[in-house]
């Protein structure tokens, strides 16, 4: 199986600290976000990685390289411009072939065991489904989600103002997907992932996961802060 870790986005709220250095490669915990994707993805048995990059690409690829440091290989899709999400997954699908793939946001932190949903690859086949979602709890950032969760599929409710606050849990940005959920999207094209998600939350195409550990969607210097001290604090007391 492979693996996409998104790295393109220019992290507008991250400034000033994205002028001069891309979002995933921003430490917390004494290493950059994107190598603690890259760490959990070979523990998981998962070394074939394509990473997409847009702003400063060029400080990732010097920093990741050929990934063999982490025992893995990684490959590179460099957008220029960056596409959006589901843009740059359809521009590098030739990187990840014809089987299902995870794709993970290189600037979220989560301890969710990647072999969890590496193991939906046959369930989703079997199921023609063409995507399977890790949803987490809702940060106060985002109280009021973005999708129901019933038995295993994920669902969205019809009237937004009928919506009750926590009844919707938040897309992770970790996910599975089958290649032809990305193959109408012409390549190079700015496409957003969300609509394409409804698309087929919608028919029914979709199953999910809701997962209750560490996850933090580290989208402003604050987050990261808080983040780098809670891993710090975790690392000190793990060594007393």
Same mark, same amino acid.
């Given at each position: ?24 490669? !921003? ?55 960056? !596409? ?28 969710? /065991? ?22 987490? /709890? ?54 957003? !992932? ?41 690392? /000190?007391?793990?060594?007393?």
């Amino acid at each position: 199986m492979r693996a996409m870790i998104l790295a393109a986005g220019r992290g507008e709220r991250m400034r000033p600290l994205t002028d001069h250095t891309p979002k995933p490669l !921003l430490q917390a915990g004494g290493k950059p976000l994107i190598v603690w994707h890259i760490e959990r993805l070979v523990q998981a048995g998962i070394t074939d990685l394509i990473v997409n990059h847009a702003h400063l690409g060029e400080k990732i690829e010097r920093e990741l390289g050929s990934g063999i440091q982490f025992g893995a290989h990684i490959r590179y899709s460099a957008e220029g411009s960056a !596409l959006e999400t589901a843009g740059g997954i359809a521009f590098a699908l030739d990187l990840l072939g014809d089987e299902p793939f995870i794709v993970i946001n290189g600037d979220v932190y989560c301890d969710y /065991n990647i072999a969890q949903v590496s193991a939906k690859s046959d369930q989703l086949k079997n199921k023609q489904d063409n995507a399977h979602l890790v949803l987490v /709890n809702n940060p106060s950032h985002h109280p009021n989600g973005d999708f129901l969760l019933s038995e295993g599929r994920v669902l969205q409710t019809e009237n937004q103002r009928q919506m009750t606050i926590g009844s919707q849990l938040t897309f992770s940005g970790i996910g599975l997907y089958q290649p032809t959920l990305f193959a109408h999207i012409l390549r190079g094209s700015k496409t957003p !992932l969300a609509p394409l998600l409804r698309e087929h939350i919608a028919l029914g195409k979709v199953s999910g996961e809701h997962y209750q550990g560490i996850w933090v969607d580290v989208g402003t210097p604050e987050r990261l802060d808080q983040l780098d001290k809670n891993l710090r604090a975790t690392q /000190n007391a793990i060594h007393v």
